[in-house]
């Protein structure tokens, strides 16, 4: 121990690192005696199946003898081994493993239950048979290991996010019984940490110099052939690490964790497997670290495991007794945060919250979105009213182009909510414990000097398991070091409380999370989010239907049950790789076939709704027309006539109500409004004219004039032609589905049609219309109808397109003679505004950017809305309205988006305010057509409405049955403030209502929230954009 130490920073540093290293010197160094004797299992025999068995099937196959080397597959099969083992009497007394090395991803069986996961890329390689064998434990076993014939991140074909090899095959390349040394491992483990600060904190740094020091040390003292030097290296690092830093300590809170994607390079029921893999991996460790606290999002995975692994889900409630097991999140699944609409979103969290509180005793208080591209202004409201006041994610830092300037702030949203947000400064939610991760953490962290906490959250995600116990002895060995920051294991509630008890300082970023990075999601796969719109319309619809019919009859069952089942489905599809279209094309297959069932059935609950509401009434039989939405509509409506065809009728339908149709044979009622003009020119152009506006079609089916007639106001910029397709070349640097980049702006192709395609389609009169052909290239086609309807303040545009691209981008532009910095656009539950021009990188970055189901440019007195009915991708640059139609991404899915699409848009010249014009209802009107349902008996005869308001600017958005069980004839209503400004609102209701009380989103009453009612109306007062929940009990219907 005399001997001089030489001063060479490398040769030392190089020196440990040899001595751990897994690669070199394996032979003498210590990693080489991690593990001691080995011996190879009994037997090895397997079965394959294409199909995802319960165990207790599984194991009645047949299996065949298999050996070390076997190949099985191909993708998403599953291969079943039987391991049969005897461990050598010799090793009693030390702990002994099942060194298990495959592709694919193991689930370990013993004795009829799953106790551990198995993956490489999860650095799970090892069961542990006994901590330490016993002379009389049991030596000889049976275990079974399911592998699914898939990785981590699926089965990409040459990289990640490729489309999935089919053909892909797996192999087993370890299957063996060997000895672990310990306390070889807690050597490896502080030498590691030592080395990670001695590179870390770098050679301007005193300590870092007493790592490396350290660390050579104990290479001097260590004998790896001798164990009995191993205590004597252990005490110089207890040394070292008994060293504590100061109180100024910045702290930071381990939380275990794996990011589990509901769907993504792999299909949903592969997820169902993840869960258990990894949460059955979490529970072993729980149970061998009592301070190892676990956190889990997303109910749908839990309900999951609930159903297909009973035993675990057991062990996951008795750790979230103990704290150990920490639910958290509220949401059903990891929502995308843009997309969904703001009902979604309060119904992520209601199934979400109620489902925590049934199955773990509480519920959630951190919102917990880690992986989400985007959040939406309005989820600070939704947030605190679901019992929220803090969010955690990380993604902002994936940005592209400006660096966010908090990591823990005030986030401020739309109508002024504040909610507490963190951003985990290691910019991860998979981080291993190593002590880079945890310099980083501090050195990223833009507000460590207004408060002294970071999340530092661990575990490989997505299947790889989570933790392992390797990053749990990191973390805990370095607890309290001079040197590094504190390192606690924690759970999101102690961060919080920390953070709020330091929050004084903090800054506020007010309104939406924007992410500069994934735009091209708005609009990947059109199809899933067409599925989306319309299955968010269809709940609406029979929510409100249903809770009349409730109102109005003693006999109807609220389809309670049926309804949650169809919200879980739509919930699903709204997770963060589907609604998006960042997913595998089996996952966008199972989506449609969701987006089937959810149409279907809620038809049939429509009808049912429907019947209801007929009963008993004296009115001939026929058709009932139903308005769901809270203001009276005269729309130009189809009907169906015996025989398939249709014929238009002119009806008025009053709020949120129904009216008969009239009847087939009835003459039209004279139409207050000038009848519809449809005009075709010499030159082939077709001008369309209700009175309100004019359209002026060229002879391709551009716009070349779109006049507000009253006032002779012309929309479309001068010398420029609207309603103009344009093709984009759509390569980005990587992530394909995902994103869509600056430079694809410089590759704009106008689409130019041939002359006198132009034709007229609907003569005039109650409607009219033209229609055109455009060849979009020489394999993608499109057809357009343009429809203008009697006394409709807007066009349409119904579009049909053949679509067979490969990295192609369609839009469809509108030059608008509007100036404006400015455009709104719709999100959930209001709108807000960004900005038309590039002047900083802030503004820029938004090149592409989402809305729901409107977006207008408006300069004083004047502006152009346009409308869509599933479209998402927008952007307004100067003057120009642009919407995003169709990409062609060709990885994860390789057939994202080819076929056949069908979407309609609609442009709404206005005057004034679009507020006061009314395109907030337009867009409604546009995609909450009138229905006309059979009636199965004498339909009404009457008209009808249930709720009406006294404001055009508040918006009775949901109408449904109270959620709790003891509360069945009574309503949940929902209304927000949609045009920004306070206000005060009068509700009227024709139902008989026996009371009225404010709630939150959760349903639950707001105890000083009594509401007065007097004739039938009450009075509800708004700030701008607020959304309000209120409870109305009905009294029992006659009948
Ligand atoms: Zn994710």
């Known amino acids: 121990m005399a001997t001089p130490v030489l001063k060479h920073w490398r040769t030392t540093l190089e020196r440990v690192e040899k001595f751990v290293s897994p690669l070199y010197f394996t032979d003498c160094n210590l990693r080489g ?23 207790e099937e599984a194991i009645q196959q047949n299996f065949s003898p298999a050996q070390v080397g076997d190949s099985f597959g191909p993708t998403w099969w599953t291969c079943w081994f039987r391991v049969e083992l005897t461990i050598p009497e010799a090793w009693v007394g030390q702990e002994v493993h099942l060194r298990w090395e495959s592709d694919g991803e193991g689930l370990v069986w013993r004795d009829g239950e799953p106790v551990q996961g198995l993956t490489k890329e999860g650095e799970k390689t090892s069961y542990v048979l006994n901590e330490r064998l016993g002379e009389g434990d049991p030596r000889s076993l049976t275990l079974y290991v399911e592998v699914a014939c898939s990785g981590l991140l699926g089965a990409g074909k040459g990289s990640m996010i490729a489309a999935p090899d089919p053909e892909k095959m797996f192999q087993v390349s370890r299957a063996e019984l060997a000895v672990f040394h310990q306390d070889v491992h807690k050597l490896l483990v502080v030498l590691e940490l030592l080395l990670g600060m001695a590179k870390g904190l770098g050679e301007d740094n005193q300590r870092s110099f007493q790592a490396l020091y350290t660390a050579n040390q104990m290479v001097n003292v260590c004998d790896p052939a001798q164990p009995k030097t191993f205590s004597v290296a252990q005490a110089l690092a207890c040394q070292f690490f008994g060293q504590h830093g100061g109180e100024s300590q910045h702290t930071l809170h381990a939380m275990g964790h794996c990011h589990i994607d509901t769907a993504w390079l792999w299909p949903f029921e592969e997820t169902v497997r993840k869960c258990a893999r990894s949460w059955v991996t979490a529970v ?5 670290n009592p301070e190892f606290i676990f956190v889990c999002s997303q109910a749908q995975q839990l309900l999951w495991v609930k159903s297909h692994y009973p035993g675990l889900y057991t062990r996951l409630q008795e750790f979230a007794c103990c704290g150990q097991f920490v639910p958290v999140g509220g949401t059903w699944v990891e929502m995308d945060g843009n997309l969904p609409s703001g009902e979604a979103m309060v119904r992520q969290f209601l199934q979400g919250q109620n489902f925590f509180l049934q199955e773990f005793g509480k519920m959630c ?14 989820l600070p409201q939704i947030m605190l009213g679901c019992g929220i006041g803090r969010f955690l994610t990380q993604k902002l830092s994936w940005n592209l182009v400006n660096s966010f300037p908090h990591h823990t702030f005030f986030w401020e949203g739309l109508d002024g909510s504040r909610v507490l947000t963190h951003f985990p400064p290691g910019n991860s939610y998979g981080m291993q414990g190593s002590v880079e991760e945890v310099l980083k953490t501090v050195t990223n962290n833009r507000d460590k000097g207004r408060t002294n906490h970071s999340a530092f959250l661990f575990g490989f995600g997505d299947g790889g398991g989570g933790p392992t116990q390797t990053m749990l002895d990191r973390l805990k060995r370095l607890g309290n070091t001079d040197g590094l920051p504190r390192v606690q294991l924690s ?25 500069e990075l994934h735009n091209g999601t708005y609009t990947s796969q059109a199809q899933i989010k067409k599925g989306n719109r319309e299955c968010e319309r269809i709940l609406h619809d029979v929510e409100l239907l249903s809770s009349l019919a409730l109102a109005r009859s003693a006999q109807f069952l609220y389809p309670a049950a049926q309804l949650q089942c169809l919200w879980r489905l739509l919930l699903l599809n709204q997770f963060h790789d589907v609604v998006p279209g960042s997913c595998i094309q089996l996952v966008a297959e199972d989506a449609m076939c969701h987006y089937k069932d959810i149409r279907s059935h809620g038809n049939k609950l429509l009808s049912t709704a429907a019947a209801a509401l007929c009963a008993g009434e004296p009115g001939p039989e026929g058709l009932l027309v139903v308005n769901t939405l809270p203001w009276k509509r005269t729309e130009v409506l189809a009907l169906p006539k015996p025989g398939g065809a249709h014929s238009l009728a002119l009806v008025t339908v009053p709020s949120m109500g129904f009216a008969p149709a009239p009847a087939p044979t009835s003459l039209q009622p004279l139409v207050p409004q000038q009848p519809v003009f449809v005009v075709q020119e010499p030159d082939g152009s077709v001008t369309l004219d209700n009175g309100i506006i004019r359209v002026r079609l060229d002879p391709t089916g551009r716009l070349s004039s779109l006049v507000l007639v009253a006032s002779g106001r012309e929309a479309i910029a001068e010398g420029a032609v609207g309603n103009q397709f344009v093709l984009f070349d759509d390569v980005p640097l990587y992530w394909d589905a995902w994103d869509v980049m600056d430079y694809h702006l410089e590759t704009r192709r106008p689409v130019l049609g041939q002359v006198r395609t132009l034709a007229v389609g609907t003569e005039g009169g109650l409607r009219g219309s033209a229609w055109f052909l455009l060849q979009l290239s020489p394999n993608s086609r499109l057809s357009q109808e343009v429809v203008l309807d009697v006394g409709c303040p807007y066009v349409r545009f119904h579009t049909e397109v053949h679509w067979h691209e490969a990295h192609k981008f369609l839009k469809v532009e509108f030059p608008a003679r509007v100036q404006s910095p400015q455009a709104t656009y719709e999100i959930q539950f209001g709108h807000l505004q960004r900005p038309t021009h590039y002047n900083t990188s802030w503004d820029w970055a938004r090149f592409e950017v989402w809305t729901h189901r409107w977006m207008d440019l408006s300069e004083h007195g004047f502006g152009l809305a346009l409308l869509n009915d599933c479209k998402y991708g927008a952007s307004v640059h100067g003057n120009v309205l642009s919407l995003s139609l169709l990409r062609a991404p060709k990885a994860p899915d390789a057939f994202a988006d080819m076929g056949r699409h069908e979407f309609t848009y609609a442009l709404m010249p206005h005057k004034g305010s679009f507020q006061d014009a009314g395109v907030i209802r337009a867009a409604y009107t546009l995609n909450f057509p009138l229905l006309a349902l059979p009636a199965p008996g004498p339909a009404p005869a009457a008209a009808w409405s249930a709720f009406s308001l006294s404001t ?35 509700l009227h ?19 000083a929230g009594q509401l007065p009612l007097s004739d039938a109306s009450l009075k509800l007062t708004f700030s701008p954009f607020q959304v309000r929940s209120l409870l109305l009990v009905l009294q029992t219907p006659s009948d």
């Open 365 to 378: 208080s951190e919102f917990w979105l880690p992986d989400t591209f985007g959040y939406s202004a309005q």
């Open 952 to 986: 055009p600017a508040v918006v009775l958005e949901t109408v449904k049955q109270a959620e709790a069980p003891a509360e069945s004839r009574t309503l949940l209503l929902r209304l927000y403030e949609a045009y920004g400004s306070h206000v005060d609102c009068w």
């Open 491 to 515: 759970s999101p509630g102690r961060l919080f409380s920390a953070l709020e008890s330091t929050s004084g300082q903090l800054c506020t970023w007010v309104g939406e999370l924007f992410l």
């Open 989 to 1007: 209701t024709s139902l008989l209502v026996q009371e009225a009380v404010l709630c939150d989103f959760l349903e639950r009453r707001d105890p």
């Open 284 to 288: 072993q460790l729980m149970e061998r």
């Open 33 to 55: 005696r991690l593990f001691g004797d080995s011996c190879p299992v009994d037997a090895l025999s397997s079965f394959l199946t294409p199909e995802r068995l319960p165990y």
